[in-house]
């Protein structure tokens, strides 16, 4: 039986995630009129046909019926529009070297090309379409960046990208940002030797206003209040989502407490906290990895890893989600932490939700190990503190000053 959609397609690639509502298309689909005679297609003789449709009596044997036919130019104009043009990228250029005194040194950036196989990716929205199927993994081309990597470092491994993780932090505040790129100097040109385990707390440090960090927002239990660092989990999720999509072993991760819209799709991201929540990985691959960030004028940061490839074939399929939450109602907390009068928001409502994702890895030994990744993110309610005078009937004397009532 043949299936017209007109739903929600949902286009995949690794955690990247397209939506198309394929009804709001007409054009993708023309009619055409078809002709037969005791079952088999024909041309139609010009003598039958009179004044455009209205069709004379035939000889018995003949039928017309309409035919749906795909508008391929339509479809690819809006997956070239839709999809490629965010997603497509050209190979870069990049020259890795170490220094006189032993670091590593970068010219230019070495991010893979990328780009949709478009011709592929038409022929299998149609199959999509006729088989009434909403989910398509989407055909990307990948090319290695030109690269140039002097002798020591190829001697340790250093011969092309491995994997590249990535995340969007556009709309960040102005201290995100500053806190995401001094977050990202520190990672770029450390070297992870084989076999060794990658701790993301190890090499960010100290947060504090003397490694160069501003105060931003933080989650601390059941609020979001600024503290040092704050932005930081965009570089542990950008870090976690390159090691987990090659197919590396995650020693450790951990998703925020509730849905951050920063980390979409839920469940690839990866929160941080030193020294106490961190992510881990085992480098397993035959060689060292050298990693590079990078923020482009987009607002994407990448962990770019440069190393050897070996023969196993990752593939992440998600988010499966369930059990979504409404926000609670909303909750006030009247302090003297604030002048009286004003008001600082402690949180903003957000549902709460589980997703989970699987990892299938296969190697050519065919050998095939499977694991998954499952969050849980919390409802939470609006939360505003509010600044009362230390006499004020509305503060109790409660632990720390405050006390939280429901919102009205």
């Given at each position: ?107 230019g ?104 960090y ?21 570089l542990g ?69 440069y ?18 939450v ?9 302090t003297?932490e ?29 050998v ?41």
């Open positions: 039986m043949t299936v017209f959609g007109a739903g929600e397609l949902l286009y995949r690639y690794q955690h990247h995630l397209f939506t198309i509502q394929s009804g709001r298309y007409p054009e993708w689909r023309q009619s055409k009129e078809v002709w037969t005679f005791a079952g088999r297609p024909v041309k139609l003789p010009t003598e039958y046909r009179v004044d455009g449709d209205r069709v004379p009596k035939l000889p018995a044997g003949f039928e017309r019926h309409e035919e749906v036919q795909w508008n391929r130019d339509a479809i690819r104009a809006v997956l070239a529009q839709s999809i490629a043009s965010v997603f497509d990228r050209a190979a870069g250029d990049v020259t890795i070297r170490k220094s006189s005194t032993g670091s590593v040194v970068f010219d950036v070495g991010l893979t090309g990328r780009s949709v196989d478009l011709d592929r990716a038409v022929t299998l929205t149609i199959e999509a379409l006729t088989r009434g199927v909403t989910d398509i993994t989407l055909p990307v081309r990948e090319v290695q960046p030109q690269m140039t990597v002097d002798s020591a470092l190829q001697e340790e491994g250093i011969r092309e990208v491995v994997t590249i993780g990535e995340s969007d932090f556009s709309g960040s505040a102005w201290a995100r940002r500053h806190n995401i790129g001094v977050g990202l100097a520190r990672f770029n040109g450390v070297l992870i030797p084989k076999d060794s385990i990658f701790s993301f707390d190890e090499i960010l440090g100290k947060v504090n206003a003397a490694t160069g501003l105060k931003e927002l933080v989650i601390k239990g059941d609020r979001t209040e600024p503290d040092y660092g704050g932005g930081l989990c965009q999720t950008t870090a976690y989502r390159g090691v987990w999509e090659y197919g590396f072993l995650i020693l450790q991760r951990k998703n925020h407490s509730y849905a951050v819209h920063y980390y979409s799709p839920q469940g690839t991201d990866a929160t941080i906290y030193p020294p106490n929540v961190d992510v881990r990985f085992l480098n397993d691959s035959p060689g060292s990895l050298i990693i590079q960030t990078y923020a482009d004028a987009d607002d994407h940061a990448y962990f770019i890893y190393g050897t490839r070996d023969d196993r074939q990752a593939e992440v399929i998600g988010p499966y989600t369930w059990g979504s409404a926000p609670p109602p909303d909750k006030v907390e009247y003297t604030i002048p009286a009068g004003t008001t600082r928001k402690l949180g903003e409502r957000v549902p709460g939700i589980k997703a989970l994702w699987y990892r299938i890895i296969a190697r050519a030994s065919g095939v190990q499977e694991d998954s990744v499952y969050s849980t993110y919390e409802a939470r309610p609006r939360f505003d503190q509010i600044g009362v005078d230390a006499s004020s009937p509305l503060l109790k004397s409660v632990s720390g000053g405050v006390v939280v009532q429901p919102g009205a």
